[in-house]
């Protein structure tokens, strides 16, 4: 993969005032080598010393890069588009001095991990990024001690949780409080070791905004699995998606992600007749709307153990008949 094609078009540079630490030749600052991360929006890499540094991708070349050019303008530290594949991805990161010759050479390796539930192998660690070390690393370019009134700012241009963060906003449905940047809701600056962990688990945060809706999925007789232990992200993105209901993937594909076994060809009706549609055509009773797994399961709880929608208690007949008046 070429650089130039890692490096987004509007790209943000930091400057190359460092810390009185020892800094090596090539770094990967972010995400920091030998973790895992569920997003693939941005690579830092540090290259001080070498005029010209190449990235080569899961065995893919990259072009050198003219170093000495950019750091007359930009510094050692280069922030980057990348393109991880899902599962383990590996960078080699490579300096070359002013006549082309390799002078050093770093590896890193990079679980992405896309799936939200899949697992990932336990050799590697989360990324954690707002430790006193790393921040080190960024604050002679970005504000790493904001004030509570700069946290509280509603723009991306002037919070300084929008420098590097703005792109998790990029999707079609934001989640209002991120919308705003109101990140210090959920996440905690004073929290350690590392700073911003969010301040509590799903259902007791999500419940201090959605409260009538806990209420609400606690009041079914049969309450889903994830929802009754109060684990909401399993299903909702808490910043932003694509897909309507803050939901983390297209609806079908959330509840497969589980029910791994449902044939989604065969579910409704078995050997008798056509199969019955479960996507690909509208929804009789939702207007817009096109038919899923949730037009005949409620995904938070029900009056049945297969948590039928409508209240549905009784025979599955009964579900049936609001589509099918005979």
């Known amino acids: 993969m070429k650089l130039q094609k890692l490096i987004a078009a509007s790209v943000f540079v930091c400057c190359c ?7 090596l030749a090539l770094e990967l600052i972010y995400p920091e080598d030998g973790t895992w991360v569920p997003y693939s929006h941005l690579m830092i890499v540090r290259a001080n010393d070498v005029s010209g540094l190449s990235i080569d991708m899961n065995g893919i070349p990259g072009e050198i890069f003219d170093m000495d050019a950019y750091r007359a303008q930009a510094g050692d530290f280069i922030k980057m588009q990348p393109d991880f594949i899902p599962g383990k991805n590996v960078l080699v990161l490579r300096g070359y001095d002013k006549v082309g010759k390799q002078v050093s050479e770093v590896k890193s390796e990079i679980f992405f991990q896309n799936d939200p539930y899949g697992r990932t192998p336990a050799t590697y660690r989360p990324n954690i990024m707002h430790t006193p070390q790393r921040e080190a690393l960024c604050s002679p370019c970005h504000n790493m001690t904001p004030t509570d009134a700069q946290l509280n700012e509603s723009s991306a241009d002037k919070n300084p949780c929008g420098a590097c ?16 940047f109101e990140c210090t809701y959920c996440h905690e600056p004073g929290s350690k070791p590392s700073k911003y962990r969010s301040r509590g688990g799903d259902v007791g945060l999500c419940g201090e ?18 929802v009754a232990v109060g684990i909401c992200s399993v299903c909702h993105d808490p910043h932003a998606t694509d897909y309507s209901g803050q939901l983390l993937r297209p609806i079908n594909d959330l509840c497969i992600g589980c ?4 044939d989604l060809t065969t579910h409704v009706v078995r050997g008798v007749g056509n199969p019955h549609p479960l996507k690909g055509v509208p929804d009789p009773l939702a207007s817009g709307r096109q038919l899923s797994c949730a037009s005949c399961h409620n995904p938070h709880g029900g009056a049945s153990r297969v948590f039928f929608s409508a209240d549905v208690a009784g025979s599955p007949m009964l579900l049936c008949q609001k589509c099918h008046k005979k």
């Open 259 to 262: 029910h791994e076994k449902v």
């Open 17 to 23: 005032l460092l810390q009185p630490v020892v800094a």
């Open 165 to 180: 963060h703005r792109r998790m906003l990029a999707k079609k449905y934001v989640h209002g409080p991120a919308g705003v």
């Open 209 to 226: 905004c959605h409260q009538d809706k806990v209420d609400d999925f606690q009041n079914n007789t049969y309450v889903h699995g994830p």
